[in-house]
């Protein structure tokens, strides 16, 4: 079993016909990711990758009966298409773009407010349920059905921490990456408790950097709730200067706040296991895992 997404998602993607998103969909449905259709505004009634192309997110889910949806557009245009994805009601969307502006994910925020939709970015690497769905523009080479999840906020560790619990014979469920800016879809919290009801993932590992409050929330509500499986975070950033942006929007301290020191000491207050450093993470779940008899 997998949050999210499974063998049985059936995938529209918008921006289909684009560079970007031809690259990506193509490896997708190669790894057997069950693409259903496109979205591009005037193609209508053509074909691509061999599946139809639809005018809009609401004619392709009518059609296809997607249930999931995955976002190649243009940071300018982006958030009018995760609304759009949003008001048809599309169950779970990933936006793949980077450099959306602020405000724009204002008012997707508001548009997501008593949605049926779980929005996954943006600039979010994107969501791997191991040989069953690729929903993103993540790497494939490393991972291993199993039952780790992970939820990330950064691309390049998410790729060492699966490479490692791969190697280490623990597998993932699934990898999530929220993304790194500052106002985004579902975080720690919501994937978290998404992984605590999987009676297939028997621990949690959180890649957390500085900047914004994810890491704080998820201590503040791991503290409420007593998960019974174990968790495990890496806090990227110790050593990073203060009020200097470190290569994302999300990734800011401003006044001595969202440090990575904080971070780590919320989390240890609320029974989590902080790994030393990203080579010792699935070590790190190993451990855990014996201690707790998982």
């Known amino acids: 079993m997998a949050i999210l997404v499974g063998p ?3 995938v529209i993607c918008q921006g ?11 490896r997708a449905m190669a790894y057997g990711t069950r693409v259903v259709g496109g979205v ?3 193609k209508g009634g053509t074909h691509h990758l061999d599946v139809p192309i639809f005018d809009s997110v609401r004619d392709a ?36 773009t980077e450099r959306v502006p602020v405000l724009d994910m204002v008012r997707v925020k508001d548009a997501l407010e008593g949605s049926k939709t779980s929005l996954i970015g943006p600039n979010s690497q994107g969501v791997l349920t191991p040989k069953a769905c690729k929903l993103g523009v993540m790497a494939t080479a490393h991972e291993r059905p199993g039952s780790i999840g992970i939820v990330s906020r950064s691309a390049t560790l998410t790729s060492e921490i699966v490479a490692q619990t791969s190697a280490a014979g623990l597998g993932q469920s699934t990898t999530v990456g929220i993304g790194g800016d500052p106002v985004h879809g579902i975080g720690f919290v ?10 297939e993932t028997h621990g949690i590992i959180l890649i957390g950097e500085i900047g914004g409050a994810e890491e704080e929330m998820a201590a503040d509500y791991l503290k409420s709730a007593k998960s019974a499986k174990p968790v495990v975070a890496l806090v990227a950033g ?4 203060p009020e ?51």
């Open 190 to 199: 919501e994937c978290i408790e998404l992984f605590m009801d999987d009676p």
């Open 238 to 241: 110790r050593h990073a200067p």
């Open 61 to 96: 889910v009518s059609e296809t009966s997607a249930s999931a949806s995955i976002i190649f557009v243009p940071p300018s245009n982006a958030a009018d298409a995760m609304i759009e994805a949003i008001e048809a009601e599309v169950p779970v969307v990933v936006c793949v």
């Open 16 to 26: 289909m016909t684009g560079r970007a998103a031809s690259y990506h969909i193509e």
């Open 40 to 42: 591009r505004p005037g």
């Open 8 to 10: 049985e998602t059936a």
């Open 244 to 294: 200097r942006r470190m290569g994302h929007a999300g990734t800011l301290t401003l006044f001595g706040r969202a440090d990575a020191n904080q971070k780590i000491k919320a989390l240890r207050a609320a029974g989590v296991q902080i790994a030393p450093n990203p080579h010792q993470v699935a070590e790190t779940m190993r451990q855990s895992m014996n201690n707790l008899g998982t």
